[in-house]
Nanobody, 130 residues
Framework: VELAESGGGSVQAGDSLNLSCEVS????????LGWFRQVPGKEREAVAT???????LYAESLKYRFTISRDNTKRILTLQMKDLKPEDTAMYYC?????????????????????????WGQGTQVTVSS
């Protein structure tokens, strides 16, 4: 599995930005996809996850500003971010894992714990200025 993020950049507070992640490799290995972010010196945290069937989970603090989606035909994972804030500044990572024991949360949705995910992209930097 290979994951390649794009779309990061420097924006002003209140702006919107869309991130994309190109997904390659066996479909069975990418049942769960997710966006995570990390600031230097802090732990990586979940932004949102989504199953092959489109069931998503969000970090509670982000669910009203961020939207995760996936196009299984084009094999692209997207994160739409609106009303960006300086505290959204981070490296954003795309991650994937197959549907297996241990990756489920709230029934059949993909877990929001980053250390569970097997495959990771290199990340794309998002910087939000006030």
């Amino acid at each position: 599995v290979e994951l390649a993020e794009s779309g990061g950049g420097s924006v002003q507070a209140g702006d919107s930005l869309n991130l994309s992640c190109e997904v390659s490799g066996p479909t069975w290995a990418t049942w769960c996809l997710g966006w995570f972010r990390q600031v230097p010196g802090k732990e990586r945290e979940a932004v949102a996850t989504i199953t092959q069937e489109g069931d998503s989970l969000y970090a509670e603090s982000l669910k009203y500003r961020f939207t995760i989606s996936r196009d299984n035909t084009k094999r692209i994972l997207t994160l739409q971010m609106k009303d960006l804030k300086p505290e959204d500044t981070a490296m954003y990572y795309c991650a994937a894992d197959r549907g297996r024991s241990g990756v489920w949360e709230e029934g059949s949705r993909c877990i929001r714990r980053p250390n569970v995910y097997m495959y990771w992209g290199q990340g794309t930097q998002v910087t939000v200025s006030s």
